[in-house]
């Protein structure tokens, strides 16, 4: 794809991706704040799915003793 074509093909996303940028911030998820816990892995989830939708292969990983999971995109 050429620059221009990227460009276009990302002005023409611009308020789908807005609204989803939006709804992801919606989401609490204070990593801090132990009553958050499972708003974070709502937002880790949300996020897997966005990158999976872009064409990323992806995992989500429960960290032993962690509170959080780690989410990788490749």
Do not use: K, Q
């Not at 620059?3 to 992801?24: K, M, P, Q, Y």
């Amino acid at each position: 794809m050429s620059l221009e074509g990227a460009l276009e093909s990302a002005r023409g996303a611009r308020e789908r991706d807005r609204e989803e940028f939006f709804e992801e911030l919606r989401i609490p998820s204070i990593s801090t704040a132990p009553e958050h816990a499972a708003d974070v892995r709502r937002n880790a989830d949300w996020l897997r799915r966005r990158f999976e939708a872009m064409g990323f292969e992806t995992s989500l990983t429960d960290v032993e003793g962690g509170r959080h999971p780690v989410l990788e995109a490749e």
